[in-house]
Each structure stands twice: as C-alpha cells, then as structure tokens.
C-alpha cells in the first residue's frame, strides 16, 4: 500500500513541476523551464517505475 502512495505522490510532484514550465515559458524563463522539465520528467518516470 504504501509502494503506491509514493507513487502516486512521485507522479503528482510530476505534473506540479510539468505546470511550473508552463508558467515559467510564460515569463519567458526558457533555462528555467528546461531545469524544472527534466525534474518533472524524472518524477513522473520514477512514479511510474515505483509502480
């Protein structure tokens, strides 16, 4: 049970992050955005992987 709430929780941190480049694109912040998308990426993989 717990195996799956951390993954869950990897996945959302994911997609908390997938909404951080789109808000830092926005500002036109490309290195930032770049940074903040490879952490979601890594995130939602490891969610996912946890699995």
């Known amino acids: 049970m717990s ?3 951390i993954a869950i ?3 959302f941190i ?3 992050l997938l909404g951080g480049v789109y808000s830092l ?3 036109g ?3 930032g ?3 903040c998308g490879i952490g ?7 969610g996912v992987l946890w699995w």
């Open 9 to 11: 929780v990897m996945v």
């Open 14 to 16: 994911g997609l908390f």
């Open 40 to 46: 979601a990426v890594m995130a939602i993989t490891a």
């Open 33 to 35: 955005a770049v940074i």
């Open 25 to 27: 694109l926005k500002q």
């Open 3 to 5: 195996e799956n709430v």
């Open 29 to 31: 912040l490309k290195i």
